[in-house]
């Protein structure tokens, strides 16, 4: 897929939504503004693009999947969902739960893409394909079935080299590393909050 990044830019530039701009409430226990954050977490999709191989399709569909549940439910009950914690409380009140498993199914996908990206960048010699192999033991394989595991077996083998990847992002490598760093950071604070908030009793539904 073609992106028009624009002169001197990264590929981040050209994200409709960006979790460095996502707005979370500190007074209000961390609440993550919903309506950016889905912006954002559509947006990420991009970076699988990006990676030009279909076999990485499935886990680009499962992110915009779960997008779709989560926005549903907004939609339906826009004032009980203004922020994410807040979206799942009302939810789980009115005893159903496919947006809050969604959320959870969300931010096990944007964890495991943060962890690889994250480890590649803090090895500058190492291929994607073994950042993102170490990265998928430390954060899905847990939660995947042997079909699950197979189709991201061969999603890790179709991972491009390294140079061709961040060559996509712009023509600045220093720029391109800079604003990925920056957007990772946004990213791994917002998963952390995710993370805590969806292991906690008040967003369990079973």
């Known amino acids: 897929m073609?992106?028009?990044?624009?002169?001197?830019?990264?590929?981040?530039?050209?994200?409709k939504g960006n979790f460095t701009k996502v707005p979370v409430d500190k007074s209000k226990g961390n609440a993550i503004s919903t309506s950016e954050f889905l912006e954002a977490a559509e947006s990420i999709t991009t970076i699988f693009d990006l990676l030009g191989s279909v076999a990485f399709t499935p886990v680009k569909n499962d992110i915009l999947g779960n997008v779709e549940k989560i926005r549903k439910r907004q939609l339906a009950a826009p004032l009980d969902s203004q922020n994410l914690q807040d979206l799942v409380r009302n939810e789980l009140k009115t005893k159903s739960h496919t947006a809050t498993e969604g959320l959870l199914w969300l931010g096990r996908g944007l964890e495991f893409l943060c962890a690889a990206l994250t480890?590649?960048?803090?090895?500058?010699?190492?291929?994607?394909?073994?950042?993102?192999?170490?990265?998928?033991?430390?954060?899905?394989?847990?939660?995947?079935?042997?079909?699950?595991?197979?189709?991201?077996?061969?999603?890790?083998?179709?991972?491009?080299?390294?140079?061709?990847?961040?060559?996509?992002?712009?023509?600045?490598?220093?720029k391109v590393y800079a604003a990925l760093k920056e957007y990772l950071a946004a990213l791994e604070a917002i998963v952390a909050i995710l993370k805590e908030f969806m292991t906690s009793p008040e967003a369990q539904w079973k």
């Open 2 to 15: 073609a992106v028009n990044i624009p002169p001197g830019g990264t590929v981040i530039d050209t994200f």
């Open 119 to 174: 480890q590649n960048l803090n090895n500058p010699t190492e291929e994607l394909s073994k950042s993102f192999g170490i990265a998928y033991e430390g954060t899905l394989k847990q939660y995947h079935n042997f079909v699950a595991r197979g189709l991201f077996a061969a999603a890790l083998k179709a991972c491009p080299y390294r140079k061709d990847f961040y060559a996509k992002f712009g023509d600045d490598l220093q």
